[in-house]
């Protein structure tokens, strides 16, 4: 079925590092995918998204690339903040075109 | 614009009490909604999704249900709650064009004592 693998967290980095979160699906159909950040006590907030094989989402200096022949939508930043310490969940769209499914969410930590 | 809106923020209640959480969407019509609870450390569980006015699709057996009396209402139900039901609760929308993102509410955190 339908289903999104994330790396285990906590990730924890100092300030200015770079950051990869590691994100696959199953290959069913060709999904559109998502990564969402929720930080502490808050909802989760769309960070990027990619409709289709090649695309690259991108938004506050965060990317993800679609990459159909990996299955892979990796979550990447060059240089993080202290303020980017939060939740990161990467989602599919179902095969149904109803819902999202989630992946288990990755924490990171930036400390100054 | 669109907003969305959940209450109560926070609710502490006890076992065998019942429950009822709210969410509401401005600025869209006939939206998707999408009742998610997030347990304490982990990630997301869809309860319910809702295509339309009195259309419920529940995607886990419990003790909870749901209900959409008007287009941009949404509404978490028990009559009963247990230990388990402890969590954050996340109302979502989404427009029912082609565009499959969902866009969250603040969340109603839930501690059952």
């Known amino acids: 079925g339908d289903s999104v693998t994330q790396m285990e967290g906590p990730v924890t980095l100092s300030e200015e590092a770079c950051l990869t979160i590691?994100?696959?699906?199953?290959?069913?159909?060709?999904?559109?995918l998502f990564w969402y950040v929720q930080y502490p006590g808050e909802g989760l907030q769309l960070l990027l998204k990619a409709t289709k094989a090649d695309d690259k989402g991108s938004n506050k200096g965060f990317e993800a690339t679609y990459r159909k022949e990996t299955t892979s939508f990796h979550l990447e930043k060059g240089s993080v903040q202290v303020s980017d310490s939060a939740v990161y969940f990467c989602a599919r769209l179902n095969t149904g075109f109803q819902k999202l499914v989630f992946g288990t969410g990755t924490r990171l930590l930036v400390s100054p | 614009s669109q907003t969305i809106h959940q209450w109560p923020a926070t609710l502490v209640q006890p076992v065998g009490s019942p429950l009822s959480l709210e969410c509401t969407v401005e600025?869209?019509?006939?939206?998707?909604l999408y009742w998610y609870r997030q347990a304490a450390g982990r990630g997301l569980q869809l309860l319910f999704y809702?295509?339309?006015?009195?259309?419920i699709s529940s995607e886990v057996p419990q003790n909870l249900s749901a209900s959409r009396p008007q287009d941009r209402q949404f509404i978490l139900s028990s009559k009963k709650l247990l230990l388990s039901d402890s969590g954050f609760y996340l109302c979502?929308?989404?427009?029912?064009?082609?565009?499959?993102?969902?866009?969250f509410g603040p969340g109603t955190r839930l501690t059952v004592t």
């Open positions: 809702s295509v339309g006015i009195g259309q």
């Open positions: 600025g869209t019509s006939n939206p998707n």
């Open positions: 979502a929308w989404r427009s029912n064009r082609r565009s499959y993102e969902q866009y």
């Open positions: 590691n994100c696959t699906y199953t290959a069913t159909g060709y999904p559109s």
